[in-house]
């Protein structure tokens, strides 16, 4: 995610918020190496599929060395799997409404901030899910970078529900939704080939509204 413009004099007068601090030069040449790699390896799966693009040519085509590439991302998996966003998340749901119920409080902070991500960039926002929902080593892979977003998330619905963070109920609710937000994911890139920045967000949004909605019906906190 591109870093926030600064505030401008008429923004501050008008009594909106400043946005936070420009990262340092030495952060934004780390956010521009790992964007690099990101988009050459989408280049290269879309061009040659996932299993056949090794990670030595993702240097390559990135202009970066391997170990470069293993610096910023552990495994190959990793690439498509790792992102900046999770704070989004969790900023998200922390900006609802405090009297909200917990679990739609979860279920609007989670679709605001993938509306986010899918504006930011369409295309890659629906290449990553693909892949994911093709690629068996990914899905795998998945689980432990789901297990830092779900301890996110369960973070911020402690401080709104006043429950320890490993609560039992609190780790059912935030698994299920979780679990329910990728299969409406998966389900939003299987009826199309290619995303369509005019509808593919609406029909997203209807997809997880509708796998939210189930979970709502049930679980409470």
């Not at 040519?57 to 990135?62: L, P, R, T, V």
Request: proline share 8%; hydrophobic share 40%.
């Amino acid at each position: 995610m591109p870093p926030a413009p600064t505030a401008s004099a008429d923004d501050t007068a008008a009594g909106a918020a400043p946005s936070p601090a420009r990262p340092g030069l030495r952060e934004r040449k780390k956010i521009q190496t790992r964007r690099a790699i990101r988009t050459a390896a989408y280049h290269l799966f879309e061009e040659q599929g996932y299993d056949a693009t090794p990670v030595d040519q993702i240097a390559d085509e990135a202009d970066v060395s391997p170990s470069t590439v293993f610096r910023y991302f552990p495994t190959k998996e990793d690439i498509v799997l790792t992102d900046e966003y999770d704070a989004l998340v969790e900023d998200a749901l922390r900006e609802r409404p405090p009297g909200e119920p917990p679990v739609a409080a979860l279920r609007e902070a989670l679709y605001a901030s993938l509306a986010r991500v899918y504006r930011s960039d369409a295309t890659e926002t629906f290449q990553r899910v693909r892949l994911i929902r093709e690629i068996p080593a990914l899905r795998g892979r998945l689980s432990e970078h789901s297990a830092d977003t779900a301890w996110l998330l369960r973070r911020a619905l402690a401080e709104r529900t006043g429950r320890p963070e490993d609560d039992l109920e609190l780790r059912i609710v935030t698994g299920a939704m979780l679990g329910a937000l990728m299969e409406a994911m998966y389900s939003w890139v299987g009826s199309d080939p290619r995303p369509d920045p005019a509808g593919s967000l609406e029909e997203l949004r209807d997809l997880v509204t509708r796998a939210l909605d189930v979970l709502e019906r049930g679980l409470t906190l």
